[in-house]
């Protein structure tokens, strides 16, 4: 994975704003962590570090469109991305911190990794499963037909065969 730590202590009381827009370094992230992903528009983190004293509170934005498969039927979603966020990091640099923590302490100072939080709220403004549209019918299960182009002539079972015995099972309510 890539990573571009910051000192902390480089940046003012009053905060720094830091803008990710690199494409050729989100075409390698999409790389390093295969996601089949592909920007159509840029992808862009635009977010302010402001110092605390127990840690750091970070606000930005995430924008861009992206094309990713539809969960449904496999064809290409377009997926617009313009998500605020907002969190406070603690400061911790001991050796019970999280090991995908975006601090860390290198030679006494203390860093925090920029496009690791450029990449973390990328994949958190996505959505868990992208679709082509609202109405995707998806694709059948047998035969891999997508149902939004057509109708499959999959010959379509019924219920559990296992259990066909039991339909023209009646009980009568007494």
């Not at 992206?66 to 991305?81: F, M, Q």
């Amino acid at each position: 994975m890539q990573t571009q730590w910051i000192a902390l202590h480089d940046i003012p009381a009053n905060g720094r704003e830091f803008s990710f827009h690199d494409q050729d370094i989100w075409n390698r992230l999409f790389d390093d962590y295969a996601l089949p992903c592909r920007a159509e528009q840029p992808v862009r983190v635009d977010f302010t570090i402001i110092p605390a004293n127990d840690g750091i509170f970070v606000q930005g934005t995430v924008s861009g469109t992206v094309i990713l498969g539809c969960s449904r039927c496999l064809e290409d979603a377009r997926i617009v991305c313009n998500e605020p966020f907002d969190f406070f990091e603690p400061l911790v640099a001991d050796d019970n911190a999280s090991r995908n923590s975006l601090v860390r302490e290198q030679a006494g100072i203390l860093e925090f990794d920029i496009i690791g939080l450029a990449w973390e709220q990328f994949i958190m403004a996505l959505p868990d499963k992208p679709l082509c549209s609202p109405t995707c019918k998806g694709i059948c299960p047998d035969c891999g037909q997508n149902l939004n182009a057509g109708t499959c002539t999959c010959r379509k079972e019924v219920g559990d065969p296992r259990l066909s015995v039991l339909r023209n099972l009646k009980i009568s309510k007494n």
